[in-house]
């Protein structure tokens, strides 16, 4: 959040000074040297130590044997996990609707709430919090040495009484908190759903930011023109109209996105959100007009409808994205504030 807060900034400023005449634009030279670090010494705690005694023999020994069993632990609950379709623990591999793990969590959630796994508030961090739970708990049978194996039932439907023989020392105990803390996460997330009214307030959001941000590109005195800051900062309105520009992107797409709408108009919003953005960007080089820059972007989401509306089939419904190229992942991944899927999600 920081870098997009951060690339919002300076992609405001940069188009602005395209809007401002150049003597207005106060210049400030400040030369700062860096002296080079490559050849810095490194701190005491920072040095390689090459002695060695036989002393450490015995040390280890112990760090080895331990090694040996935390692999078996992982070996025996990465069995238990492919049994059901899944791949080994302790890994942030993406998990699809199609997966025996997250249909085994959706048919959970439908017998207690009676809705879908995708209706939920936080829908991947119910996922992610399942996972780590099995992990954990895997973990802690382990340590209390609670053997698995005899069980007529797979890893992930055991609970936390069932894998906890007892003891363990002071590594079971922060394995229990750490369950204990998920539990209560997961309590509550499996029972936030995503219900009707909060869609209809996003959709309110972006009616309210389509009617600012055409007052803010056309006459932004009408919202400021009260302030004492707005009569006595230079280039103040210009910037208010690059912004307003700019809102389709910031607010108005990620605001319909934010219901996650599916079919045609998810596809159109998909476009919009790459689209917006390119053209708030280079629309300034042909014309210094703000409103034709933003009529410019209202065509372009308008025409995103149509193209997925005439474009769209029902077998585009039944992807889930796994096949998109991984430069369209990363794009969608690292630019996506506001459809609600990002929350939470560590795929």
């Given at each position: 959040m920081v870098q997009f807060k951060a690339t919002i900034i300076v992609t405001t400023l940069a188009t602005t000074a395209a809007f401002t005449p150049p003597s207005s634009i106060i210049?400030?030279?400040?030369?700062?040297?860096?002296?080079?670090?490559?050849?810095?010494?490194?701190?005491?705690?920072?040095?390689?130590?090459?002695?060695?005694?036989?002393?450490?023999?015995?040390?280890?020994?112990?760090?080895?044997?331990?090694?040996?069993?935390?692999?078996?632990?992982?070996?025996?609950?990465?069995?238990?996990?492919?049994?059901v379709g899944w791949s080994a623990p302790m890994r942030e591999e993406e998990l699809t609707s199609d997966d025996p793990f997250v249909k085994r969590i959706n048919d959970q959630i439908q017998l207690e709430s009676g809705v879908q796994l995708e209706e939920l508030l936080n829908p991947a961090?119910?996922?992610?919090?399942?996972?780590?739970?099995?992990?954990?708990?895997?973990?802690?049978?382990?340590?209390?040495?609670?053997?698995?194996?005899?069980?007529?039932?797979?890893?992930?439907?055991?609970?936390?009484?069932?894998?906890?023989?007892?003891?363990?020392?002071?590594?079971?105990?922060?394995?229990?908190?750490?369950?204990?803390?998920?539990?209560?996460?997961?309590?509550?997330?499996?029972?936030?759903?995503?219900?009707?009214?909060?869609?209809?307030?996003?959709?309110?959001?972006?009616?309210?930011?389509?009617?600012?941000?055409?007052?803010?590109?056309?006459?932004?005195?009408?919202?400021?023109?009260?302030?004492?800051?707005?009569?006595n900062t230079r280039s103040i309105d210009v910037s208010i109209q690059v912004l307003g520009f700019w809102w389709w992107w910031l607010f108005i797409v990620p605001s319909l996105r934010s219901r996650r709408p599916k079919g045609f108009e998810k596809k159109a919003l998909d476009i919009a959100f790459l689209g917006t953005p390119a053209v708030s960007l280079i629309a300034p080089v042909v014309t210094k007009d703000t409103a034709i820059i933003w009529v410019a972007n209202f065509a372009l989401v308008a025409g995103a409808y149509a193209f997925a509306y005439a474009t769209f089939s029902e077998d585009d419904a039944d992807e889930d994205g796994s096949n998109d190229p991984a430069w369209l992942k990363f794009i969608f991944k690292s630019l996506d504030f506001g459809s609600g899927r990002e929350r939470g999600a560590r795929n």
């Open positions: 210049r400030q030279n400040r030369h700062t040297s860096i002296a080079p670090l490559q050849n810095a010494k490194k701190p005491f705690f920072a040095e390689e130590i090459t002695d060695a005694t036989t002393t450490e023999d015995a040390p280890k020994t112990t760090i080895t044997k331990s090694r040996d069993s935390s692999q078996e632990m992982f070996d025996s609950a990465s069995d238990a996990l492919q049994s961090k119910v996922v992610n919090l399942e996972r780590d739970l099995v992990n954990l708990r895997a973990q802690l049978a382990d340590l209390t040495g609670k053997d698995l194996s005899k069980e007529d039932k797979d890893m992930v439907e055991f609970t936390t009484e069932e894998v906890d023989n007892g003891g363990g020392g002071v590594e079971a105990d922060k394995v229990r908190k750490q369950i204990d803390k998920k539990e209560k996460d997961l309590f509550i997330e499996r029972r936030s759903v995503f219900r009707g009214w909060l869609k209809n307030v996003f959709l309110g959001q972006a009616i309210l930011s389509l009617g600012l941000s055409w007052i803010m590109v056309t006459d932004p005195s009408i919202l400021f023109g009260s302030f004492d800051w707005f009569q």
